[in-house]
């Protein structure tokens, strides 16, 4: 893109007198445009705003994100307020690095990935907008528009974050309609946008990132001829309906027209499709009822240590957490061949986690946390690896990556410190003690 409303090379400045210039435009959305710019510490990016939309109210709110300094790479949060010094402003924030991906990019297979990205994905988006609610801030506006994805890890990227505001201020943006809760469609009295509609909101985005399909998206979508505003404020206000809805079958899938729902449903583990099912059905109709931020991380964290990798055709497979029987592989629909299991117990308060070891099986910092403030998947935050013997093909251990020693109680009865960097052999009863009252045992499948 080449055009925009600031040409290139003009230089504004930042209210305490920074200069900022125009390199190029980067992208136009409903509320204004995003430069990239050049500033004395480095090239960022500013959003500016169209005039309709720079309100004294949007000014205000501008202010208030970056006087809260909310510091957190998750969010492109808004740093300093630039002006034009003729009523025009927008705001400074971090570039968006190349490597995350829109949503919709996803939605239409532009771009490929896997469950454990997927799954990876979902819990950053719920501990990233659990961030924002626990500090008394609502993010008013979540859809698929405003973040934005790793497909190689699953790290994820919040944006557009001058739609937060503070848990019942008065705001001119109530979301994205599709997105909306039913209360904010209708104009229910008293309805406004805040961390109770934003779960609405994060529910309807965690269905479409594992469906790929829209929860209200059923036959009576399809019977729909304009999709006008009217049409729309039924479907998702006046009349929604959950395409799963275990009751109401009237919005169920179309088999023909919207097979890929059918399948992806079918592919989800019980444990989620419950979550899903109180979010569209309770949740729908009564606002404190709905899914909070950590049942669906609890849930989805379990789920993703529960992948397995099938044999036979190599797709990643989401299974339940607790069942010990296979289930078919939804690609090429052969027995999953189920692999050996460790669970970890911490202490107090106690909490028992199940991690399948499969051939890239990993722990992380917070399997031995009883309530981890947060999920980190990468190496540094690795604490173990399942690894295969060089010497003895097919022949796996755990190998300590931590710094601390761990105390194995082998199933002959042996006991023996493993050191950080060293391999125990993986055998049906194993233990291990992991520091810190963490305990760990291998089950057979």
């Not at 205000?60 to 006087?67: C, G, K, P």
């Not at 998702?236 to 059918?262: A, R, W």
């Amino acid at each position: 893109m080449t055009n925009g409303m600031i040409p290139t090379g003009t230089t504004l400045s930042t209210e305490d007198g920074q200069g900022v210039m125009i390199v190029g435009l980067l992208g136009a959305g409903g509320q204004g445009e995003v430069y990239r710019v050049r500033t004395p510490t480095g090239e960022r990016a500013l959003k500016w705003y169209y005039p309709s939309c720079a309100t004294a109210q949007q000014l205000q709110i501008v202010e208030d994100l970056v006087d809260r300094g909310f510091s957190d790479e998750r969010f492109l949060w808004p740093q300093q307020v630039v002006e034009d010094g003729s009523g025009g402003f927008g705001y400074l924030m971090d570039l968006r690095p190349d490597k995350f991906r829109g949503l919709p990019e996803l939605f239409r297979r532009q771009v490929s990935t896997h469950y454990l990205e997927l799954l990876t994905a979902g819990i950053h988006m719920v501990e990233a907008y659990q961030a924002l609610h626990s500090r008394g801030v609502a993010y008013r506006d979540i859809s698929w528009g405003n973040i934005f994805f790793d497909p190689a890890n699953g790290d994820v990227l919040v944006c557009d974050n001058d739609n937060a505001v503070v848990e019942g201020a008065v705001s001119g943006i109530s979301g994205t309609m599709e997105f909306m809760a039913p209360e904010l469609v209708r104009g229910d009295e008293g309805a406004m946008p805040s961390t109770q509609t934003d779960l609405h909101s994060l529910a309807v985005l965690l269905f479409m990132l594992l469906m790929n399909h829209h929860p209200l998206k059923g036959r009576a979508e399809l019977a729909i001829r304009c999709f006008d505003e009217a049409a729309q404020r039924k479907l998702y206000g006046t009349h929604p309906v959950f395409v799963f809805d275990p009751v109401d079958h009237s919005n169920s899938p179309d088999p023909h027209e919207q097979s890929t729902v059918l399948a992806t449903w079918d592919a989800v583990p019980q444990a989620l499709r419950d979550l899903f099912v109180h979010s569209f059905t309770e949740g729908l109709r009564q606002p404190s009822r709905r899914v909070r931020e950590s049942q669906w991380r609890e849930t989805l964290s379990k789920i993703r240590d529960t992948v397995v990798v099938c044999a036979d055709c190599g797709r990643q497979n989401m299974t339940e957490p607790d069942a010990q029987t296979a289930r078919a592989c939804w690609g090429c629909r052969k027995t999953l061949v189920m692999p050996a299991w460790l669970v970890v117990t911490t202490a107090h308060p106690r909490t028992v986690r199940t991690v399948r070891l499969g051939r890239e099986a990993r722990l992380y910092a917070h399997h031995l946390q009883a309530e981890p403030k947060r999920h980190d998947f990468s190496d540094s935050a690795m604490i173990a690896q399942l690894t295969e013997n060089p010497k003895r093909p097919g022949q796996f251990g755990l190998t300590n990556r931590t710094g601390e020693i761990w105390h194995a109680r082998r199933p002959d009865g042996s006991a023996g410190p493993v050191d950080p960097g060293r391999t125990v052999s993986l055998r049906p009863g194993l233990g291990l003690d992991l520091g810190g009252g963490v305990e760990a045992v291998v089950h057979a499948p």
